[in-house]
């Protein structure tokens, strides 16, 4: 069992959230989805070679995301009609209960643990989803980080650090299933800090009070939403890590991958209601991002999953 072994402590959250009853959402959806000709499939989970047209950010290392089909292979707009409306839906829901079964495993697996560095962990995770899905890319860098790195947002690359046995991590995996972005992350906890582990126990209360606020409001927008957030991580006693609260979500390659794009993403300047469609006319999907941190004591943890659905 790679990564574990007996006496490597690790605490992971219980998810609050109903992910079983989504995932049996899910499979109902599931059964009314289009079936995908072998030509697409192909084209879709080959392993793809880097495009030199199409280079990715700097800060994205060691992993290989593939590239856009090759000029008249068939894809998805070419091959089949543009997904439904529910059939995105299903395809997202269908992507992140794969990521979270991939958590799951983690924590099975007992991965993030005393003594590792966050790279070795980060590939160990990466080996993970292979084994479990096939080859999987993923649209953003793969993210694991431990200690006073926990405090850092998403833009930062922090030296490789080795993880304590009294020691905060947090992963953040972007993995794509069937050409659909998935967004998870979870925070461990190994010892038994009490500061630490109500900090990860309030990510699971703050994400919770985040989704309740976008449930109660159909106009709600990003600016609103972000309030909201910071507000309820306050009254808990942190601070936001970050610049914002989510983003959007969706096919890849993601067309809404400006990262400067205020209206891509969950801040304060963003005054348009999260509910609305795109330029296409389908509507936009969310994801919900808390990373609560602690200043004074210098840690920092992680959670983040889907938004509306």
Request: with cysteine.
């Amino acid at each position: 069992m790679e990564g574990g072994g007996a006496g490597k402590e690790m605490l992971v959250p219980a998810d609050p959230l109903g992910m079983c009853s989504r995932i049996a959402v899910l499979f109902r959806a599931l059964d009314r989805m289009p079936r995908r000709s072998p030509a697409e499939s192909f084209y879709l989970y080959a392993e793809r070679p880097s495009c030199p047209d199409r280079p990715f950010a700097s800060e994205v290392r060691g992993d290989q995301y593939g590239c856009r089909n090759p000029a008249g292979a068939p894809t998805v707009s070419n091959v089949t009609d543009e997904p439904t409306e529910s059939t995105r839906a299903a395809r997202l829901l269908d992507a992140q209960a794969k990521a979270a079964l991939l958590f799951a495993e983690i924590e099975t697996r007992r991965l993030v643990a005393a003594g590792e560095g966050e790279r070795a962990v980060s590939d160990r995770i990466r080996d993970l989803a292979n084994e479990m899905f096939g080859t999987t890319h993923y649209w953003h860098k793969r993210i694991v980080r431990s200690g006073p790195n926990t405090l850092l947002p998403y833009r930062e690359n922090p030296p490789d650090r080795v993880i304590g046995a009294d020691d905060i991590a947090f992963a953040d995996f972007g993995p794509i299933f069937e050409e659909f972005e998935a967004d998870f992350g979870r925070t461990f906890v190994l010892g038994d800090d009490p500061v630490k582990h109500r900090l990860r126990d309030d990510l699971a209360t703050v994400f919770a009070a985040g989704r309740r606020a976008f449930e109660a409001d159909q106009d709600i927008t990003g600016k609103e939403l972000y309030a909201e957030v910071e507000r309820r991580a306050a009254e808990a006693g942190w601070q936001l890590g970050g610049w914002h609260a989510g983003h959007l979500v969706g096919e890849f390659p993601p067309e809404h991958n400006d990262w400067e794009d205020v209206d891509s993403h969950i801040v304060p300047a963003n005054g348009k209601p999260l509910r609305r469609t795109d330029e296409a006319g389908r509507l936009l999907h969310w994801i919900l991002e808390i990373h609560l941190v602690d200043l004074d004591r210098g840690f920092g943890g992680f959670y983040e999953e889907l938004l509306d659905l």
